[in-house]
Every structure is written in structure tokens, then in C-alpha cells.
């Protein structure tokens, strides 16, 4: 083996150094960033219609499984179906934004960069919640869903919006932080991308933890139907959950990420 090539393999075998992963994620930030608006929209209208197979598959698992202690582990199995076809679908995911999207700007911290970032945030978590109202009312209101699935997909949702407004945020800090570590270790997985989404979106449910834009559609569910208030479905779920997912996705994983490299990159 010539050193050429012993050099490569040495290079295969350790994998990305994290200043590279760094760079592969803000490259994407990047790109994301400089997308039309309206593709941003659609594409996040997308995911959030997407993602209720999410709140669907639990279902499915729920009605159909036996009774029996291991049944709520393979039950949350069902959670990852939605971030599989969302993640692999290279759809806009506003928990996913919360790290991609912010590499840019913590390398060039520009007004413009912020705007823009910002713009991108609003419009993305905001089709996300359009498509999260759709999916929500084709449960409710259409025989798309058989009939036997409609009470595990009541049950499930008011499970996931019932938490106090101070657990339900606190509860949103791991998500928001496996999401980040899920955008994080995707360059690495090299054809694991599936098992690697679907176990730590299986730990998200598993552990019991909140997300801002699976949640939606659960909020949406019971909001539609006169089972959830207004005010709870703002002031309990969706503005605790917001806030613990962007916590638990920037300021914990995306600085820590970016403060173990920055020394290590070039000036913008």
C-alpha cells in the first residue's frame, strides 16, 4: 500500500474532524438561507403535514398492541416514521433550522445574516404549523384515518399538551438538543442515516420530551374539536415548547458545537 493511499484510508477510518462536520453543516445552513422564500414555505408546509405520520404511527401501535409493560417501547417506535420522511426528505423542519441555519450566523454574526436567519425561522415554523393544522383536520373531520385510530390519536395528543407550561418547556430542552445532534451526526452516518434518525426520534418519544412541530399537530388536533382552549393551546404547549426546543437546539447544542471549533476556522 503506497502512502497515498495509506493516508486515505487513515482518513476514512478516523472520519470528519469536527471543524469539517462544522463546515458541511453551515454550508447547508447556508444554502438554506439563500432559498426563495415561497420554496422555504412549501417546503415547510411539506413537513408539517408530513410529520403527523409522527403522531399517526404511535397511534397505529397503541390501537393494535397488546396491553403489556414493553408495549409503550415499541410504541414510540412509531414517533420516528414522521422526522424519517421529513429528515430524509430533506424537507424544512423548524427544530432542524434551530442548528443549520444558525452555523452561518455564529461565523458572520452580520445584521443581514441575522435578518435573514430570522425571516427563514418565522417562515418556516409558521408553514410548519399550517401543515400541521391540515394534517390535524384530515384526522378530524375526513374517513382518511380509520375510525379505531381516533381515540389513540385523542388520547396521545392530550398527553402531549397537557403538561404545565414550565414542564411542558423544560421538556422541550432535550428534544430541541437530540434534533441538533441528529443535523450534527448525518454527516457521519454514511448509509445510517435511517437507524440514526430513528432512534434518537425514538429517545424523543420515549423520554417523554416535547416538540414544537409534531406537537402542533396534536395541538391542532384537540384545537379544531373544541378540546383544547385557545389560550392553553398558545400559552401551555406551543409558546413553552418553542422556547425549549430553540434553547435546547442554539444556545446549548449549537454553541457548544460551534465553540469547540471556532478557533480552528478561518475568519469569514
Known amino acids: 500500500m503506497n502512502k497515498i ?3 486515505a484510508a487513515l482518513q476514512e477510518a478516523e472520519g470528519l474532524p469536527p471543524k469539517l462536520i462544522f463546515e458541511v453543516i453551515r454550508r447547508d445552513g447556508q444554502e438554506e438561507l439563500e432559498r426563495p422564500n415561497r420554496s422555504l414555505m412549501w417546503s415547510g408546509v411539506a413537513a408539517g403535514i408530513m410529520i403527523s405520520l409522527s403522531v399517526l404511527g404511535e397511534a397505529v401501535f397503541r390501537t393494535y398492541l397488546p396491553d403489556a409493560a414493553w ?8 414517533y420516528s416514521l414522521g422526522f424519517l420522511v421529513v429528515i430524509l426528505g430533506r424537507m424544512q423542519l423548524f ?3 434551530t442548528i443549520t441555519t ?8 452580520s ?10 425561522w418565522i417562515i418556516v415554523l ?10 390535524a383536520g384530515t384526522f378530524a373531520y375526513t374517513s382518511a384515518i380509520p375510525a379505531d385510530l381516533l381515540p ?39 448509509g445510517f442515516e435511517f437507524f ?15 416538540h414544537i412541530v409534531a406537537g402542533s399537530v396534536e395541538m391542532a388536533f384537540l384545537l379544531i374539536q373544541g378540546m383544547l382552549s385557545p389560550f392553553d393551546a398558545l400559552f401551555r404547549f406551543f409558546l413553552p415548547v418553542f422556547v425549549g426546543n430553540v434553547l435546547g437546539g442554539t444556545l446549548i447544542f449549537a454553541l457548544l458545537a460551534f465553540g469547540q471549533v471556532r478557533t480552528e476556522l478561518p475568519d469569514p
Do not use: C
Request: hydrophobic share 55%; proline share 5%; aromatic share 10%.
Open 5 to 7: 493511499t495509506e493516508e
Open 71 to 78: 408495549a409503550y417501547l415499541v410504541e414510540n417506535l412509531g
Open 95 to 97: 427544530t432542524e433550522n
Open 102 to 109: 444558525v452555523l452561518p450566523v455564529m461565523q458572520d454574526p
Open 111 to 120: 445584521a443581514a445574516m441575522f435578518q435573514r436567519a430570522a425571516t427563514l
Open 126 to 135: 409558521a408553514a410548519n404549523v399550517v401543515g400541521a393544522f391540515i394534517a
Open 152 to 190: 389513540a390519536i385523542t388520547e396521545l395528543s392530550k398527553h402531549a399538551t397537557g403538561f404545565a407550561p414550565l414542564e411542558a418547556f423544560q421538556r422541550a430542552i432535550p428534544a430541541g438538543i437530540l434534533v441538533a445532534a441528529i443535523v450534527w451526526m448525518l454527516p457521519q452516518s454514511d
Open 196 to 210: 440514526l434518525i430513528l432512534t434518537f426520534t425514538w429517545l424523543i418519544a420515549a423520554g417523554d420530551f416535547t
